[in-house]
């Protein structure tokens, strides 16, 4: 099972594994922990990743990027319209107010949904995987991260990617939750339970948007106390000040305005964001150049960090107000803070930890990796999860960040009650049992109850029809229970419903006895409650014989005669009705049109691998013959096949540019006609010379030993003489074959092929070690063990020696008058 942490980021995604005892964090094929999170579509095939950023600037309008938070949003949100401005592509409305992004792939006009954009990116992220992970043939199960303020929709949303990408989501971890388990689970020195709790904030400066939240530790767990957002005060942000400085800078020094063109616009952000990093390490000016910018003109400025500081003010505070606003919430005061630990790319920022210095009194720690804690907790978070992987107990209390509202009424209409079910910072996953009374069918409406404190637009979360409920016979409310559930994926839901029912339990029926005339219980109530026989009525009284024969013959009291009930439970049937943008259906579709974009990314990988080959072929050759092979060819054949290599080079930047993988794998089939045997012979002369000693070794060494033998020495005594016989012939036959093949070969030319191959005087080798060594390596006998002569029994009546001490050797036989070893036997 493989055990796979996901960190989807809004600019860039890292990859954690469970292996070799600990969590790593791979690269991909760029040899890079991280991944841009961008896909790039293209006339012949679509690229994901380091591949669809380099090209970015060159194919802009079919490039997606800054998605994220698009999943699960509507095209008229007004958030949608904010993040617009980042993504190149053209964003178009759907129907049912879907987002759909526009690009051109395979030489048509295609629209994909952000899901599906997600999708294709963990198709991505899952191919490094398996690159990294050999032993694992498939990457299915994992864990994947969301910010901890996504709502219901969202989320659903999200789980609907990975059904796409053809993932096995265990859980949907919040990125909060999953840092505050990568930070305490490697800790050894938190406080015991029941000690008072160590609280930890951490803050999150990232691409989209910053958190914050804060922490209880003790010894083996964590308890999620709440968190703070804003998705204003960001690096995306950052970055967007500085763009604009330098706009309008532009624009007075060279009258050029870079948000007029799309290609200058996103190179200029790409220059800004690189600028900000130098910046954080670099308190001077920092220049700034880029080359043909616009209109063929290059510019240049540049910026330090007190000006970038003043320019970014409002940001700053931002950050300020989120930590305040965070200690409000949550009633605490900066004293009750022990220790802070920022994350995220931008919390390099130098003003982001003054912020934090003057706030709290203390330094801001950086003991966790910025860039890649979210992603090793996720992977821990998996690991947990799997039984493969054993983990040291650590409980995670998670809290969830909104107010849950459910409202119930007629199916149809307006009226009824409602009541909060979930609060702010309860515990999930968490389920709650409901009690109702009804008589007919009704309908579940699940809301948020703030609207303030949410970054979506739509409080509704979904509504649940619940139906088959009936009055009871006289005609009133049935009790019904309904159980409501956030699982641990964060997602509301309705998991079932169930109507009471009491109903009459049958009467006994008196059964006569025809021997004894005696009354018998039969049928369900001659049993008790609990099944069981009931115990007898007179148990435990002092009644003299009869009494209870009398008892007998009275007529029944009045409470037996009362009829006995009991509770039925009825399953009710649940129409659901989600904010989930896909239906099973539409999943289930988007999953094949994935399938088949993923077969042709392979098709074209194919097919470029192909012409790759043609290409290497043909520059590695023509270098080859004008060096190395030169000895090895005729220089008329050398001609006509370096004519044959410009033909075929040619022939790729023309015709061949797109074609077929047979076309390709033909070419090179021809090609190697005539190169193959060039690098045969070229080959041969490389590992034949080597062979050749290998085996003159061998032969020296055998005849080495064989004088041995023939000089009478110890070490090979045990050897018979006609074995060494085989031993000599086999070294004087290897010898005069190597002596032959030499000599032909020497006489013959270069640039034909050759008399011996270097595998043949490896066969040559093999021979003679198969006949000489198992004789020359034959074990001496072991010598045979002498065993000591029979000692003779001391005469009877002897004294004991040192060689036969009393109590030691055989017993001595029975004497004539020891009657201890004879057996009697009686005759008549």
Known sequence: MSVVGFDLGNLNCYIAVARQGGIEVITNDYSLHATPSCVSFGPK????????????????????????????????????????????????????????????????????????????????????????????????????SVPYYFTDAQRRALLAATQMADLNCLRILNESTAVALAYGIYKQDLPAEGEKARNVLFLDVGHAASQAYIV??????????????????????????????????????????????????????????????????????????????????????????????????????????????????????????????????????????????????????????????????????????????????????????????????????????ENDVFQEQDEFPFSKMLTLYRKDPFVLNANYADPSRLPYPKTEIGSWKVLNVTPNSEGESRKVKVKVRINPNGIFSVCSAAMYETVPVPQAVEVTDENNQEPMSTGPAANGEDGQPPAPENAGDNKTPGEGDEAMDEAPSADAKKSRTKTVTVDLPIEETTNSPYTPSQIATFKDVETKMQQTDRTEKEKADAKNAVEEYVYEMREKLSDALAEFVEEQDAEAFKSLLSATEDWLYDEGEDADKPTYVNKLNELKKLGDPIVERYREFELRGPAFESLGRALQLTRKEYELFKNKDQKYAHIEEKDMDRVRNIVEEKQRWMEDAIGRQDRRQKTLPPVVFASQVAQEQQALEAVARPILNKPKPKPKKEEPPPQSAPADGAAPSADNPPGTGDAPPPQPNDTSNVTTMEVD
């Open 216 to 417: 209880a530790y003790n010894k083996g767990k964590l308890s999620m106390l709440g968190a703070a957002y804003d998705l204003d005060a960001a690096g995306r942000g950052f970055d967007g000040v500085l763009r604009d400085h330098f706009r309008h800078d532009f624009k007075e020094r060279y009258n050029i305005d870079a948000a007029t063109k799309p290609r200058a616009w996103q190179r200029l952000l790409e220059e800004c964001e690189k600028l900000k990093k130098q910046m954080s390490a670099n308190s001077t000016p920092i220049p700034i150049n880029i080359e043909c910018f616009m209109d063929d003109k290059d510019v240049s400025g540049k910026l330090q960090r007190a000006d970038f500081e003043r320019l970014a003010a409002p940001l700053f505070e931002k950050v300020r107000t989120l930590l305040k606003r965070l200690l409000e919430d949550l009633k605490k005061k900066p004293a009750d803070i022990e220790s802070i630990e920022i994350i995220g790319g931008s919390s390099r920022i130098p003003m982001i930890k003054q912020i934090i210095t003057e706030m709290f009194g203390k330094e801001p720690k950086t003991t966790m990796n910025q860039d890649e804690a979210v992603a090793r907790g996720c992977a821990m978070q998996c690991a947990i999860l799997s039984p493969s992987f054993r983990v040291r107990e650590f409980s995670v209390k998670d809290s969830q960040p909104y107010r849950v509202k459910l409202a119930w009424g007629p199916i149809g209409l307006t009226e009824g009650g």
């Open 45 to 144: 095939t679509r690229v994901m990743g380091d591949a669809a950023k380099q090209q970015a600037n060159t194919n802009l309008n079919n490039t997606v990027i800054n998605f994220k938070h698009l999943i699960g949003r509507r095209f008229t949100d007004q958030r949608t319209q904010q993040i617009r401005q980042w993504i190149p592509c053209e964003m178009i409305q759907l129907p049912d107010d879907h987002i759909g992004l526009k690009v051109n792939y395979l030489g048509e006009q295609r629209v994909f949904t952000p899901e599906q954009i997600v999708a294709a990116l963990f198709v991505k992220l899952k191919q490094i995987t398996e690159n990294n992970l050999r032993e694992v043939s498939k990457v299915t199960d994992c864990v994947v």
